[in-house]
């Protein structure tokens, strides 16, 4: 006899009903996202796309749910995407990014990158202009692009997960298994997903040590990019991740500096800027 687990999300936006399928011993079959909101229901729809872009890549390094059924009803209606899962309670997943996970992010970039990073560039010039932006994120944006305005066409940018965190992904033999691709962008900067994962458990941590220890994984795993480029690659990244949340933050009438996280992030993106970036 089959059994489910409902989970409601954590508060937000984005929030939605998940469903944890099990079979009589308890192992996981698979999940159903379920959403009625307007904000929500764009992201399902994205997966569900983004789930068949994934496999038809051939990637060697990981594995991704397969879609088993996506229904949009429109309107008003409700959105449901349902997914098989290869997750168990024996699975690991650490907290900093290993072997298989810098193969990976290496391996999506072979697939996928090229160089100009235009579209994220002109997505970060619109927030900019956003008068209802804090003030010290608004300085941090204005610096930012005026630094990178010149870098923006050489820029690495590949398809990454934009997710990538220790708690949507995990260990499965001599690869990774990785899910939740809603938040998925072809037009994100090279090392976006290694610096997301790197911050999604450090929090609070010295801001100067914090971008040391980013600049030097960041130019460990892409060694194509030089310090320079490791500096531009890191900052866009820090920007485009602070303007997702802002713009969410935006456009469903909260206060911007209601970010939790907010202050720190801004901290580490003001010890990138005055190295000089």
Not at 9 to 34: C, F, S, V, W
Request: glycine share 12%; net charge neutral.
């Amino acid at each position: 006899m089959a059994s489910c687990a409902y989970f409601t999300g954590t508060d937000g936006p984005h929030r939605k009903t998940a469903i944890q399928m099990m079979d009589e011993r308890g192992t996981i079959l698979g999940y159903a996202k379920l959403g009625r909101r307007a904000s929500v229901r764009p992201y399902l729809a994205h997966e569900a796309g983004m789930l068949g872009t994934i496999a038809g890549l051939g990637l060697n390094s990981v594995q991704v749910p397969h879609l088993l059924a996506f229904s949009d009803q429109g309107g008003d209606g409700l959105s449901i995407l349902v997914t098989d899962s290869r997750k168990t309670g024996g699975v690991i997943s650490p907290s900093d990014p290993g072997s298989r996970h810098e193969r990976f992010l290496l391996e999506l970039f072979s697939k996928t990158g090229r160089t100009d990073a235009g579209n994220a560039y002109r997505r970060l010039l619109d927030l900019s202009g956003n008068h209802g932006l804090p003030s010290d994120w608004s300085r941090r944006f204005a610096l930012g692009l005026d630094y990178l305005a010149s870098r923006v066409s050489s820029m690495p940018v590949a398809l990454a997960h934009g997710d990538f965190t220790p708690w949507n992904c995990f260990i499965l033999g001599d690869r990774l298994y990785v899910f939740d691709w809603e938040y998925a962008d072809a037009d994100l900067p090279v090392g976006y997903d290694l610096v997301h994962y790197m911050l999604a458990t450090a929090s609070g941590g010295d801001p100067a040590a914090t971008v040391d220890r980013l600049l030097a994984r960041v130019r460990g795993v892409f060694a194509q990019l030089n310090e320079a480029g490791a500096v531009a690659a890191v900052l866009m990244s820090l920007l485009c991740h602070a303007g997702f949340y802002l713009r969410r933050l935006s456009a469903h009438g909260r206060q911007q500096d209601a970010w939790e996280e907010g202050a720190w992030r801004g901290q580490v993106v003001d010890a990138l800027l005055g190295r000089g970036a």
